[in-house]
């Protein structure tokens, strides 16, 4: 079970917008970074947002990235049937040394 | 434009060995931390093990520590990743990947190399 909770699924329509949220369990985190990637079955995955909610250049601004406390949000506006992906949440651990990925959430673009 | 390729999976009893490499492309790779993570099927990601751009640190994930160890080459631009004492649950894609900067996510990812362990 990973540190960084994730609902296992989403779904939204073409046009809506859905939010993803990501829960971190670890105590005195409030400083550490959030970063969220897009996973599409067959292809590499594409880093969409880092330190919480700067955007790579390349990614569209429909998707936007929010952190409060131990909780952090993915938002996607005016959905699209390309954006159907496994979307996963990733933390630094200073302490362990190591990096940790959400569960993953699959996004059913209806 | 920037590229990893990843080589060296395959299928292996448990207890086995592989080595995975991966040639990087495009950048300078002696410049960036390199980092293995992986997806069992079905599963979701994993993050392996991390390497510095000089190579003077290195750090695993619980799952793999004392089994695996990542490497690299810096005059040959390839990472590597050897992977001992083979289990099943190390069944998976294993993706080389790039970092931006330190605590800047990643950047560039392979297309994977898939790895099954038979029990």
């Known amino acids: 079970q990973s540190v960084l909770t994730q609902p296992p699924s989403a779904s939204g329509t073409p046009g809506q917008g859905v939010t993803i949220s990501c829960s971190d369990s670890?105590?005195?985190?409030?400083?550490?970074?959030i970063f969220w990637y897009q996973h599409l079955p067959g292809t590499a995955p594409k880093l969409l947002i880092y330190r919480n909610s700067q955007r790579p250049s390349g990614v569209p601004d429909r998707f936007s990235g929010s952190k409060s406390g131990t909780s952090a949000s993915l938002a996607i506006s005016g959905l699209r049937s390309e954006d159907e992906a496994d979307y996963y949440c990733?933390?630094?651990?200073?302490?362990?040394?190591?990096?940790?990925f959400g569960g993953g959430t699959k996004l059913t673009v209806l | 434009q920037d590229h990893l390729e990843e080589s060296g999976g395959g299928v292996v009893q448990s207890g086995g060995s592989l080595r995975l490499s991966c040639a990087a492309s495009?950048?300078?790779?002696?410049?960036?931390?390199m980092h293995w993570v992986r997806q069992g099927p079905g599963k979701g990601l994993e993050w392996v093990a991390l390497?510095?751009?000089?190579?003077?640190?290195?750090d695993y994930a619980d799952s793999v520590r004392g089994r695996f160890t990542i490497s690299r080459d810096n005059s040959k631009d390839t990472l590597y990743l050897q992977l001992n004492s083979l289990r099943p649950e190390d069944t998976g894609i294993y993706y080389c990947?790039?970092?931006?900067?330190?605590?800047?996510?990643?950047?560039?990812w392979g297309q994977g190399t898939m790895v099954s362990v038979s029990s």
């Open positions: 495009g950048f300078t790779f002696s410049s960036y931390g």
């Open positions: 390497i510095w751009a000089d190579g003077s640190r290195r």
């Open positions: 990733a933390a630094w651990d200073d302490r362990l040394r190591i990096w940790v």
């Open positions: 670890r105590s005195n985190v409030g400083n550490d970074y």
């Open positions: 990947v790039k970092e931006v900067r330190y605590l800047a996510g990643f950047d560039v």
